[in-house]
């Protein structure tokens, strides 16, 4: 286990709704990114947190944002969901910013209906 | 944009037999990782490399990254049902205050038959 944690694992929302995704990082790591991954594809990167900053975007619209805590956890959220956001959404934390190896958390899996 | 493709896409095997997955990037890496996901699971890290021509084996696997870092390949000796998943490799992109963010290839699943 990688110590990356994320809630809930499972969640069903409607088009139009709003969710919001947790994921604490591993102990001692301060930088935190998050993923997409559709149904049998790889992981689409859609930003990254270090110190409490967005660190970098993916090509993903302004409906998807994020947070990151002093603890370095994290938040991601996404408004106004559309059909094509039903995916598997991981994070990764990692220690030395961006270029130390990312460990990933089991994601949650999210269902628009 | 920087693309990762990855080939073959599925490979069926017969336990015992050897299997390899290729990874080839449009612009050069600053390193590469890989990563086993087992169906319903998450990415779990494998390995990274980093230096031009680096060779990493752990037991039966074996990874090789380019001299020009913009090609990698994964090889399995002996694949045993246990090896069963999706193998993903990720090219890291180093961007403005060093972000760093992994641009996965599509992955190979891997079936192993007992």
């Known amino acids: 286990e990688t110590g990356v944690t994320q809630s809930p694992t499972h969640l069903i929302k409607t088009r139009g709704q709003q969710v919001t995704l947790r994921c604490s990082s591993q102990?001692?790591?301060?930088?935190v990114s998050w993923y997409q991954q559709a149904l049998g594809q790889g992981p689409q990167f859609i930003f990254q947190?270090?110190?409490?900053?967005?660190?970098g975007r993916g090509n993903f619209p302004p409906r998807f944002s994020g947070l990151q805590f002093p603890n370095y956890s994290s938040e991601l959220n996404v408004n106004a969901l559309l059909l094509g956001d039903s995916a598997l959404y991981l994070c990764?934390?990692?220690?030395?910013?961006?270029?130390?190896?990312?460990?990933f958390g089991p994601g949650t899996r999210l269902t628009v209906l | 944009g920087q693309q990762v493709m990855q080939i073959p896409q599925y490979q069926h095997v017969q336990e015992g037999e050897d299997f390899t997955t290729y990874c080839n990037s449009s612009?050069?890496?600053?390193?590469i990782q890989w990563y086993k996901q087992r169906p319903g699971g998450h990415p779990v890290f494998l390995i990274q490399l980093v230096k031009s021509g680096e060779v990493k084996k752990q037991k039966r696997l074996t990874f090789q990254f380019g001299e020009a870092k913009k090609n990698s390949s994964l090889h399995i000796t002996a694949t045993q049902t246990t090896d069963v998943g999706t193998y993903f490799c990720?090219?890291?992109?180093?961007?403005?205050?060093?972000?760093?963010?992994?641009?996965f290839g599509q992955g190979t699943t891997l079936q192993v038959k007992p």
């Open positions: 947190y270090y110190r409490e900053e967005e660190n």
């Open positions: 990764a934390s990692s220690a030395l910013g961006s270029t130390d190896t990312q460990y």
């Open positions: 612009t050069t890496l600053s390193n």
């Open positions: 102990s001692g790591h301060n930088t």
């Open positions: 990720a090219g890291l992109r180093l961007g403005s205050g060093n972000t760093g963010k992994l641009i």
